[in-house]
């Protein structure tokens, strides 16, 4: 097992634009996350996925976002309508049942700039 | 009042330095503490993570919980150019549902020169 993959590493887009993102988890993690991080911050949560499930919401998940886990394995992060404030960072983590705040795998993330 | 917070720095020491990195955080019911590593363009990976006030030692790395003063730290000894990347302590926030999730501080970025 590799990690946690997530694809495409970089996206370039025009403001109005949709975009999806790909996250592949480690294969035995049952749970999965997206955070966002933009520069000079720390990563911010935004939802969660508990095999196909999607458990939690963060308020910065605004109505054009929408997350998606459809089988329980892969997930994929869709941005409608981009605007420059959606260039950041996107991280997808996963992690197995039981182990905690700490037992976290994080990918390499996508890289979004909005122009 | 963010619930961890740190100093972004950049902090720049020469090779062989002992670093300190430090956080503050608000709520005193949390039970553990986390610190993560994230080089540049590379997602977070954990460190260290500890539960109780004192020290944890690892190699070259301790982390250090004072809970009375809601204070924790890093210490890294014989510093290398390797361990150039950011540091992010986060603590165990709560979700509506129960569970629990990393919550970062800022992080503070690490320069180690040879």
């Known amino acids: 097992d590799t990690g946690v993959s997530q694809d495409p590493r970089h996206k370039i887009t025009k403001r109005g634009q949709n975009v999806t993102f790909r996250c592949d988890p480690i294969?035995?993690?049952?749970?999965l996350y997206w955070y966002r991080q933009t520069l000079g911050q720390g990563p911010e949560f935004l939802t969660y996925f508990q095999n196909e499930a999607q458990l939690e919401k963060s308020r910065l998940l605004s109505d054009r976002f929408s997350a998606e886990r459809p089988k329980g394995s892969f997930s994929t992060l869709e941005i409608q309508r981009t605007e420059q404030g959606d260039s950041a960072m996107y991280l997808c983590a996963s992690r197995a049942a039981g182990t905690g705040s700490y037992g976290y795998t994080f990918g390499s993330g996508t890289r979004l700039t909005v122009v | 009042q963010k619930e961890v917070e740190q100093d972004p720095g950049p902090l720049s020491v020469p090779e062989g330095a002992i670093v300190s990195l430090n956080c503050t955080y608000s709520?005193?019911?949390?039970?553990?503490f986390m610190w993560y590593r994230q080089y540049s363009r590379k997602g977070p990976e954990l460190l260290m993570y500890?539960?109780?006030?004192g020290n944890k030692e690892d190699g070259r790395f301790t982390a250090q919980v004072d809970k009375s003063s809601k204070y924790i730290s890093l210490f890294i000894r014989d510093s290398q150019p390797s361990d150039s990347a950011t540091y992010l302590c986060a603590i165990p926030a709560s979700l509506s549902g129960g569970s629990y999730i990393p919550t970062f501080g800022r992080g503070t970025s690490l320069i180690v020169h040879p």
């Open positions: 500890t539960y109780s006030s």
């Open positions: 709520n005193s019911a949390f039970q553990y």
């Open positions: 294969s035995e993690h049952n749970r």
